[in-house]
Nanobody, 124 residues
Framework: QLQLVESGGGLVQPGGSLRLSCAAS????????IGWFRQAPGKEREGVSC??????RTQYADSVKGRFTISRAKNTLYLQLNSLKPEDTGTYYC???????????????????WGQGTQVTVSS
């Protein structure tokens, strides 16, 4: 069973940057669609960005377009967070699924495998 481990979260001032990583237990994530989600206290988990298997397609939530960038290597997923705002605060999760062939979606219900999350706090 695929295991995912996020890292890279932390405390950052508004306008700052972070780079989140998601390491997979399998040799390659090429056959998985991968997504980043976040959950703020008292709110539902929302889709932030996703990338299709083999990286052909990406999607971003409107709230992060132009500020966040998703990318993938062999068995690691990245999310570059720039120009961070206090409203970006939350626990960030990566997720993966093999059934989404050639596409990705920002719906959490479509992903089978999840990491434990990494905390991002944007505050002065």
């Amino acid at each position: 069973q695929l295991q995912l481990v996020e890292s890279g979260g932390g405390l950052v001032q508004p306008g700052g940057s972070l780079r989140l990583s998601c390491a997979a237990s399998e040799f390659t994530l090429d056959y998985y669609a991968i997504g980043w989600f976040r959950q703020a206290p008292g709110k539902e988990r929302e889709g932030v960005s996703c990338i299709s298997s083999r990286g052909g397609r990406t999607q971003y939530a409107d709230s992060v377009k132009g500020r966040f960038t998703i990318s993938r290597a062999k068995n690691t997923l990245y999310l570059q967070l720039n120009s961070l705002k206090p409203e970006d605060t939350g626990t960030y999760y990566c997720a993966a699924d093999r059934r989404l062939i050639g596409l990705c979606v920002l719906s959490r219900r479509d992903y089978e495998y999840w990491g434990q999350g990494t905390q991002v706090t944007v505050s002065s």
